[in-house]
Each structure stands twice: as structure tokens, then as C-alpha cells.
């Protein structure tokens, strides 16, 4: 199977949604894909987003702060791990990242935490998530820790609802698919990603403008097998010592571990070496129950 697209995003956490989204909103089609169901690091975090420069919730809880505050509180936190130029940018586009957030559905709160904690309870939601405190002679403290409004740690529902924002803008998800192998052509630009998906085997996304690389039709078992995937054959498995280590795309070795279920990778079929007389594998694990005539 080939997908074609104007903007692949691989990784289906926070980032990846708000790239998405972004990506949506200048009317490009977009699809997302996870090697898992989504939600990462994210879903499982605190939910809490640092913030400040006069946010909405900032304000409402009567919080003075400005974005050279955050920036030199934050300058004092970061050292040299982020560039002034990076760092300064972050402070400035605080309060329009906020309202973008809460925008797409994010749901924050000005319910002020009294005391310095690591993370409030449900009853707080603005707080000092960081040591302004501690450094007031560098710049006037505020808190800045905006926790997604909800109970327990609202990392869930922070997710939940860029994911809302995400289906209300027709993105389409792919789910249990793994960019294995960025596709490049002969200039090293990127045209492709080579994937593994539990959902048909094989998928390749391609951009729209990016070149496409040609795939002939061929005939013999192995292609026979995987026909019925666009014209993507199967990869023997790296244990057969005709093409031990050799990326057929790039024409370099490269290593792939014995065990990787190197039968539900593909490539294409242009510059693949040929197999007579090799059967297609299926993957036990991976499409248990079925045929290995009719590759799901
Ligand atoms: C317990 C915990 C609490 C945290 N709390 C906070 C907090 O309160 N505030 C805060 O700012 N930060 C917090 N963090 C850090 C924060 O969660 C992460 O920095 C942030 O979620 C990273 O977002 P992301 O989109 O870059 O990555 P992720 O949310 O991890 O998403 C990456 C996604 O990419 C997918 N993926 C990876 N490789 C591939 C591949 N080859 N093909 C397809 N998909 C792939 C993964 O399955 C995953 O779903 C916390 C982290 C943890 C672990």
C-alpha cells in the first residue's frame, strides 16, 4: 500500500499533533502516524505547560509578569542548553501559544496554588512549577506552571483534547505504523518514509511533491504475494545471505537485527534484488490467523 500526502507526521504526542494541526490549518492534507495508539510521553505527563508573559490565567489571578521576566528567570535555568535567540522566542510567543492551546480545546484554570508545591491538587491548576522563587534577585517571580485543567495528572486530558482538534480537522491517523527508513532521492532529499503497520502490512508515504520513486510490476511468488500491495515487494528476511546487510534502495549496508520481523518491512520494488523462487514469509506474530496467500 502507498500513501501519498502533502505532510507526514511521524509521532503522534504533543508535537505531533500541534504540527499536524498547524500543518491542517494552511490547507495542507496531513497524516499522522504512531507506532503505538498515540499520546506518548504526553498522555502520560502532568499536563502542565510553562508559561507566562501575562497570560490569560496569569491575569485573571492577578499575576504580574512579563516575557523578560520569564526570559531571565529562564535564562538563569537553561544556561546554554537553548540559544537566547530559541529561548527568547519561547518567552515572547507564550501568550499566543496559550491562547492557540486553548483554542484547539485545551482547558486551563487561574485557580492560584497558595504555596510552592511540585504539582498541585484538583482544587489548584497556576502555580510555581519552577524555583522563581528562589530566584527573585534575577528576576520578579510569577508562576508559570499552567496545569491542564482535570484530575489526577491532566497530561490525559491535555491529549484527549488535541486529539478532538485533530478529528474535527479531517486528519487522518494511522495508528500501530512505524517510520522504519526515511526514503531519500539521489540528492539525499527526503521523498518518503518506509513504514511497517499492522494495519496492511505496508504502508509507504510519500510526499506530493516529492519525487516518486517508480515501482514495476513484477511476477514470481514473492512478488505474487505482496502484488496486491501497490507494487511493494516483500524484503526476504536479512538471514538469507544473498542480501545480508544490503539496502537495495541505497545500494549501503546496513544492519538489521535477526530477529526484526523483517518480513513485514517492503521496499520498493526499482532497485530491491531478486529472489526466484522465494516465498513471501508471513510474520507469525503479526498476522496470525491469516493466510499468507492474502496479506492483510
Ligand atoms: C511522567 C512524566 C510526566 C511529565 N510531565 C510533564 C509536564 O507536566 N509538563 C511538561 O512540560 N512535560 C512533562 N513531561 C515531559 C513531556 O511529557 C514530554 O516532553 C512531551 O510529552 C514530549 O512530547 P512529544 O510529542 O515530543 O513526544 P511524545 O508525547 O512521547 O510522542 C512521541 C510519539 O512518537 C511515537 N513514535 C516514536 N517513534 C516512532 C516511529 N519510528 N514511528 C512512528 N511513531 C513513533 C511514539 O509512539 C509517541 O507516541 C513529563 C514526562 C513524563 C514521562
Redesign the pocket.
Known amino acids: 500500500m502507498r500513501l501519498e500526502t502533502d505532510v507526514l507526521v511521524?509521532?503522534?504526542?504533543?508535537?505531533?499533533?500541534c504540527a499536524a494541526l498547524e500543518a491542517a490549518e494552511t490547507g495542507s492534507q496531513v497524516i499522522i502516524?504512531?507506532?503505538?495508539t498515540?499520546?506518548?510521553?504526553?498522555?502520560?505527563?502532568?499536563?502542565?505547560?510553562?508559561a507566562g508573559g501575562g497570560t490569560a490565567q496569569q491575569i485573571e489571578a492577578g499575576i504580574d509578569d512579563s516575557p523578560q521576566a520569564m526570559f531571565d528567570y529562564l535564562t538563569t535555568e537553561v544556561g546554554d542548553a537553548v540559544s537566547p535567540r530559541t529561548l527568547r522566542a519561547f518567552c515572547d510567543g507564550s501568550v499566543s501559544m496559550m491562547e492557540w492551546l486553548s483554542f484547539q480545546g485545551v482547558p486551563f484554570s487561574a485557580a492560584l496554588c497558595p504555596e510552592k508545591t511540585s504539582y498541585p491538587t484538583n482544587a489548584h491548576y497556576l502555580y510555581y512549577s519552577g524555583s522563581e522563587i528562589a530566584a527573585r534577585d534575577v528576576a520578579k517571580p510569577a508562576p508559570r506552571g499552567h496545569?491542564t485543567h482535570g484530575r489526577g495528572?491532566s497530561?490525559r486530558v491535555f491529549?484527549d483534547r488535541l486529539v478532538e482538534a485533530v478529528r474535527r480537522k479531517g486528519i487522518r491517523v494511522l495508528t500501530q505504523?512505524?517510520?522504519?527508513r526515511l526514503l531519500t532521492d539521489h540528492s539525499g532529499r527526503v521523498v518518503g518514509v518506509e513504514?511497517r503497520t499492522l494495519h496492511s502490512l505496508a504502508h509507504r508515504i510519500l510526499s506530493r511533491w516529492g519525487q516518486t520513486l517508480p515501482l514495476r510490476p513484477e511476477t514470481g511468488p514473492a512478488h505474487a504475494q505482496a502484488g496486491g500491495l501497490a507494487g511493494i515487494e516483500a524484503r526476504p528476511s536479512t538471514h538469507d545471505s544473498r542480501v545480508k546487510g544490503r539496502d537495495p534502495v541505497r545500494g549501503r549496508v546496513r544492519q538489521q537485527p535477526h530477529h526484526a520481523p523483517a518480513a513485514c518491512t517492503f521496499l520498493p520494488r526499482r532497485a530491491s534484488p531478486r529472489y526466484p523462487g522465494r516465498r513471501w514469509k508471513r510474520n507469525r506474530t503479526r498476522s496470525r490467523g491469516r493466510s499468507s496467500d492474502h496479506p492483510p
Request: hydrophobic share 40%; charged share 10%; net charge neutral.
Open positions: 511521524v509521532g503522534y504526542g504533543a508535537a505531533g499533533a502516524i504512531d507506532r503505538f498515540g499520546g506518548g510521553a504526553t498522555a502520560l505527563s502532568g499536563g502542565v505547560v510553562y496545569r495528572t497530561g491529549f505504523t512505524t517510520a522504519e513504514c
